[in-house]
């Protein structure tokens, strides 16, 4: 079963615009991570929040995790072509490193 | 480093015939996982091992799933007798523990 569900299912903005991708889940987590699949590829750890943070920033993303509401937030700013993607959250829940995938957003950035 | 590597990148096999994937996770990694990436599920988690031992095979569909680790640089999982329900874009990634690196997956086709 799907512990995360992204929100938008897709997404279709101009380059240079600022994306936002929404993720909710189901029960307590020991830290979230968003993930980057380009088409046909496998895909790629962008970055991990813990349970005990808020925010986090790695160049151009920004991601927020509000635990009352079990949900966390991807923003990409000045998006370029080259996001065109889709984009997973992914959680770590218990007390081993069980990673579970949410249904995923399709970016896409057009020139 | 290679990264995760994974053999072979494209298998079309007949009903019921056996299928091996293979696995070669980053040197020094200690977890290995075995997902499955279809449209109508998405990311399945098959298993993960920890230090070449299993940890959790839930999701292993069924006695026709088996997956070995018979150290720390070579992973299988093998499907005997494929249907045609098993085809899917099957993923190994391997981990420190903060983040998942994903090989480039096997397309499976069972006709």
């Known amino acids: 079963s799907q512990q995360g569900e992204e929100d938008p299912q897709a997404l279709s903005i101009q380059e240079g615009e600022n994306a936002t991708m929404n993720c909710s889940y189901k029960?307590?987590?020991?830290?979230l991570q968003w993930y980057r699949q380009n088409s046909g590829r496998g895909l790629v750890h962008l970055i991990l929040?813990?349970?005990?943070?808020r925010e986090k920033h790695s160049g151009r993303l920004r991601v927020t995790l509000d635990t009352s509401k079990k949900s966390s937030s991807l923003l990409i700013t000045a998006s370029r072509a080259a996001d065109t993607a889709s984009y997973f959250c992914a959680t770590v829940t218990g007390g081993g490193n069980k990673l579970t995938f949410g249904t995923g957003t399709q970016l896409k950035v057009e020139l | 480093d290679a990264g995760v590597i994974q053999s072979p990148r494209h298998e079309v096999t007949e009903m019921g015939q056996e299928v091996t994937l293979r696995c070669k996770p980053i040197?020094?990694?200690?977890?290995l996982f075995w997902y499955r990436q279809t449209m109508m599920r998405g990311l399945e988690l098959l298993i993960y091992f920890n230090n070449n031992v299993p940890i959790d095979d839930s999701g292993m569909p069924e006695d026709r799933f088996s997956a070995k680790m018979p150290n720390a640089s070579f992973s299988t999982l093998k499907i005997q007798p494929s249907e045609p329900r098993d085809s899917a874009v099957y993923f190994c990634?391997?981990?420190?523990?903060?983040?998942?690196?994903f090989g480039p997956g096997t397309r499976l086709t069972v006709t």
């Open positions: 990634a391997s981990s420190l523990g903060q983040g998942l690196y």
């Open positions: 029960t307590s987590i020991n830290n």
């Open positions: 929040i813990r349970s005990n943070e």
């Open positions: 040197s020094g990694h200690d977890y």
